[in-house]
Nanobody
Framework: QVQLVESGGGLVQAGGSLRLSCTASRRTISSYAVGWFRQPPGKEREFVAAVSYSGRNVYYADSVKGRFTASRDNERNTGYLQMSSLKPEDTAVYYC?????????????????WGQGTQVTVSS
């Protein structure tokens, strides 16, 4: 069983930056892909980014491409989402998830483990 804990959310002004962390416990996630999803207020959960188990392959939603960077540190058992040039429409609860197939997926159903979520609020 993998337990994921996100941190790093908060309130930031438009144009600012935040870095989210996703730390795994109970088990290593070095063979898992790490995905990031978000759920804006009143909307459905959506894909943000995913990084393969090795970190070599990274995928982004078009809405965040060029502004967000997903990465991982397998020695620390942690994934990261660096968010820059934040916009009010980025306001959401952000979730990290682990996919045992390891290649990275845009489909939330491919992820077996999820964190509790962290709130990101971008003010205009």
């Amino acid at each position: 069983q993998v337990q994921l804990v996100e941190s790093g959310g908060g309130l930031v002004q438009a144009g600012g930056s935040l870095r989210l962390s996703c730390t795994a416990s109970r088990r290593t996630i070095s063979s898992y892909a790490v995905g990031w999803f978000r759920q804006p207020p009143g909307k459905e959960r959506e894909f943000v980014a995913a990084v393969s188990y090795s970190g070599r392959n990274v995928y982004y939603a078009d809405s965040v491409k060029g502004r967000f960077t997903a990465s991982r540190d397998n020695e620390r058992n942690t994934g990261y989402l660096q968010m820059s040039s934040l916009k009010p429409e980025d306001t959401a609860v952000y979730y990290c998830a682990a996919d045992p197939y390891g290649v990275g997926s845009r489909n939330a159903n491919d992820y077996d483990y999820w964190g509790q979520g962290t709130q990101v609020t971008v003010s205009s």
